[in-house]
């Protein structure tokens, strides 16, 4: 039995992926420290996957703690690894931040990883690699363009980070999955997007304000060149998201193909408005949603989704769960959470 070390492993897409991963008979060691989680995804972890993953509080900015976890643990088969801040909008105003943790943060980890070559690593990466694309939809052959917001930079640069290191060694192969805008949260309701504080999202946001936590939600810009002036964005349910990351360790541990670096687009190839969601939601809660349209945000692109073909061909995924199936699973977790009737 392989054992996978999940890095952000009790955040939003990490804990939804930790049980899939146990669903398919791997061992799990999540680390985690925090930032944007809580303690009690750990628990329901259990309960849904009917097994306990390992687990270790760890910063991953801190060097020697990273390289003394190794120097413990060495039985970890591969890497999928989540840990970073992710939001497009805060990083516009916390750029050092953003580059300090994910930089270093990714850094470490592959010194880590390499006291024990650990050979298989899947990397969080994002379409905001793209930057704002001139053509539509993107492939993963789109000239990797400017970024406006740090966040996104962070991953242009990690992703150049493993392209270096899986070339000067012989034993490392890496995936980043170029995924798009999650929405959505496990078929259970136990588990779903938890954030710290106010929302930086546009999901999360939509169901705490419609569970009366918010006033309201700001749409940013209805004046852009898109079908009803919000913009456009390629949602993916999280469980689609979390089968691709398993997916991808799969593919990685079969095929055995040391010193190689893909980069695969996850999504479900169709664009989608602020304001598509937003009807969505109302359909599936049966709620009229209160927001304003409120100026553009810095940072933002205005339309971008993402030619998914590649990601058939290779990993033979492909998204499952239709937009109503997000924003409704999505207000499931979140009467769950709140204990709303």
């Not at 962070?154 to 980070?161: A, V, W, Y």
């Not at 999504?267 to 969601?277: A, E, F, N, P, Y």
């Not at 810095?298 to 290779?314: F, H, M, N, R, W």
């Amino acid at each position: 039995m392989k054992n996978i070390l999940v890095t952000g492993g009790l955040g939003y897409i990490g804990s939804h992926t930790v049980i899939e991963l146990l669903k398919a008979n791997y061992k799990v060691h999540i680390i985690d420290n925090f930032s944007n989680s809580d303690l009690v995804m750990l628990h329901r972890i259990e309960q849904l996957s009917d097994s306990k993953p390992q687990f270790t509080a760890l910063d991953l900015r801190e060097e020697s703690m990273v390289l003394s976890f190794f120097e413990l643990n060495k039985d970890i088969d591969g890497v999928i690894h989540f840990a970073a801040l992710k939001s497009v909008g805060e990083s516009v105003n916390k750029p050092l931040e953003y580059y300090n943790n994910n930089i270093s943060g990714l850094n470490n980890l592959l010194k880590g990883m390499a006291i024990n070559k650990v050979g298989n690593l899947v990397f969080s990466s994002s379409c905001t690699v793209y930057g704002s694309p001139e053509i539509l939809p993107v492939t993963e052959h789109t000239p990797i363009g400017f970024t406006p917001s740090p966040y996104g930079a962070t991953k242009q640069i990690s992703e150049r980070i493993i392209e270096d290191f899986a070339h000067s060694i012989e034993w490392l192969s890496a995936i980043s999955l170029r995924y798009f805008n999650p929405i959505g949260a496990h078929d259970s309701g136990m588990i779903g997007e938890l954030p710290s504080g106010v929302p930086n999202n546009l999901m999360p946001y939509i169901t705490q304000t419609a569970a009366g936590l918010r006033k309201e939600l700001s749409v940013f810009g209805d004046d852009y060149k898109t079908h009803d002036g919000t913009a456009v964005r390629d949602y993916i349910h999280v469980m689609d998201l979390a089968d691709a990351h398993v997916k991808s360790i799969d593919y990685l541990e079969r095929i055995k193909t040391e010193n190689q670096h893909l980069k695969i687009n996850i999504g479900t190839g169709k664009g989608l408005s602020v304001l598509d969601i937003i009807h969505s939601f109302e359909r599936t809660a049966g709620i009229k949603l209160a927001y304003k349209i409120a100026p553009r945000r810095e940072g933002d692109v205005e339309t971008i989704y993402g030619d998914v073909s590649l990601a058939k061909q290779i990993l033979n995924w492909e998204a499952k769960y239709t937009v109503d199936d997000m924003t409704r699973s999505a207000w499931v977790w979140e009467k769950n959470f709140r204990g709303i009737q």
